[in-house]
């Protein structure tokens, strides 16, 4: 590490609480496209998009960067909660139409944290209920309300409860599926068997039941994929009780998973869709989308005071208007790169015995390290060292779960790029494994 990000580390720690940042020392200078630069110049490959933010690429494009410029100069700021303004309106025309049939009111935010909340507050609206089931290993944010709902690693949760009003439940986990007699789509069918008969028949009486919130993808909790069982089995259960299902897609979805919604991966609809993340292209906007049928609340029930930011919508609108642009094209490129890197990452599975596990959808895909193939022991330690290693190599890339790698590059990236970053990592993960 140099003097100077050495210093500007040092200055960081006087001045701010401690976030959640990993343990190695990545300073910003800046980046575009595919790269990061750090504070000294440094070019570096990005398979983070920075949390999932920049899906259209790092500092996403000219023409969204352009257009919030524009907007900046004629006004950032037009408290959308209190006034109209045209601007939100035509964003949320367009955006409504990437939505299944039947789909029809919008909420504005600035987080998924605030989505979520939002959503789950909308649910309860509608259904005069309760309680919100969710999920073990689930992230839904960190403000009061939607930790209540996370339940990925308990040093986001300690000292804040007591929680009232939320009920966990196992999320399918295939690769370490407790059921041993069972594989695959079987597995998820006990995890739903288990709700069932455990949560809703001991714990949360049905009709008291106002939300089943959980992640078509879980991403914090280790980039886990469910079974189609598993989801389809979600649904069932809300039409049952007559709860609400509430999808967050703040970090799966916007087309991360080659679908606009990542749902739409499974055959099942929601009830409602929470957004964030690579909405805003960059900017902090998120977004609540409630089926019609629902109707509407009445004035007061919810609103902010920078939900629909119109530098935010600015940026969010041609954002959107590029991925409508060019979606075929997308859909068939993600899932192609997704492909190209899973079978890379497959390859490199049967070479090294800490690859426990490769798993995911389009480019959202997870490697997860063990202390070796048969005991399926994290590797935690060993996940940090070839974190580091990476990055010094040239590769930037992020934790998840207990000892999960994220692989989750802009949807833009070049071949090249893509096949740079995989040796970096494979170089990486083979330096640790003979270490």
């Known amino acids: 590490m140099s003097k100077k990000a050495d210093e500007i580390i040092r200055r960081d720690h006087n001045v701010f609480l401690n976030t959640t ?44 960067r352009n257009a919030i410029k524009k907007q900046i100069d004629v006004m950032m700021h037009g408290a959308f909660n209190e006034y109209y303004s045209e601007l939100p309106v035509k964003f949320g025309e367009a955006f409504i139409k990437m939505f299944p049939k039947g789909f029809g009111r919008i909420f504005l935010c600035n987080s998924g944290t605030e989505a979520v909340e939002s959503s789950v507050k909308y649910a309860k609206y509608f259904t005069k209920r309760q309680y919100t089931l969710a999920f ?17 690693k308990f040093i986001q949760r300690s000292h804040f409860g007591p929680f009232t009003g939320v009920i966990h439940a196992p999320y399918v986990y295939p690769y370490r ?25 001991r714990e949360a009486p049905p009709n008291e039941v106002a939300s089943i919130i959980f992640e078509p993808v879980q991403g914090e909790g280790g980039y886990i994929v469910p079974t189609k069982s598993f989801v389809r089995g979600l649904r069932e259960i809300a039409d049952e009780i007559g709860a609400a299902l509430i999808c967050d897609e703040v970090q799966a979805g916007y087309m991360r998973t080659g679908k606009f919604l990542a ?3 499974f055959g099942v609809k ?9 909405l805003g292209a960059g900017m902090p906007m998120g977004a609540v989308v409630v089926k019609s049928d629902f109707g509407d ?11 629909g930011n119109l530098a935010a919508v600015a940026g969010a609108y041609e954002a959107l208007k590029e991925i409508q ?11 192609q790169k997704g492909a190209h890197i899973m079978k890379r990452l497959g390859e490199m599975k049967d070479r090294y015995g800490m690859i426990g596990d490769v798993r995911g959808l389009g480019l959202m895909i997870g490697v997860e ?3 070796d193939k048969d005991s399926m022991v994290p590797a935690s330690k060993e996940r940090e060292k070839v974190l580091k290693i990476a990055l010094e190599k040239g590769l930037l890339l992020l934790p998840a779960g207990d000892s999960t790698i994220r692989v989750l590059p802009p949807l833009t990236i070049s071949q090249h790029s893509i096949d740079k970053g995989l040796d970096i990592l494979e170089e990486s993960i083979s330096e640790v494994s003979h270490s």
């Open 297 to 307: 609340v009445p004035e007061g029930v919810n609103a902010n005071t920078f939900g």
């Open 136 to 152: 073990y290993r689930a992230f839904h944010g960190r403000t009061m309300g939607s930790l209540g709902l996370t339940s990925s």
């Open 270 to 278: 929601a009830d409602i869709y929470a957004m964030a993340k690579g």
């Open 369 to 371: 390290l063990v202390k």
């Open 325 to 335: 642009r060019n979606q075929r094209k997308m859909e068939h490129d993600i899932k």
């Open 21 to 64: 940042m990993i343990d190695y020392n990545f300073v910003l200078g800046g980046g575009e496209g595919d790269f990061v630069y750090d504070v000294d110049g440094r070019k570096i490959i990005d398979f983070t998009s920075f949390i999932g933010v920049y899906n259209l690429g790092i500092n996403s494009n000219v023409r969204i």
């Open 177 to 201: 599926c407790p059921f041993k007699h069972r594989d695959g789509e079987e597995c998820g069918e006990e995890y739903i068997d288990y709700i069932r008969e455990n949560i809703l028949k």
């Open 263 to 265: 749902l739409d991966n």
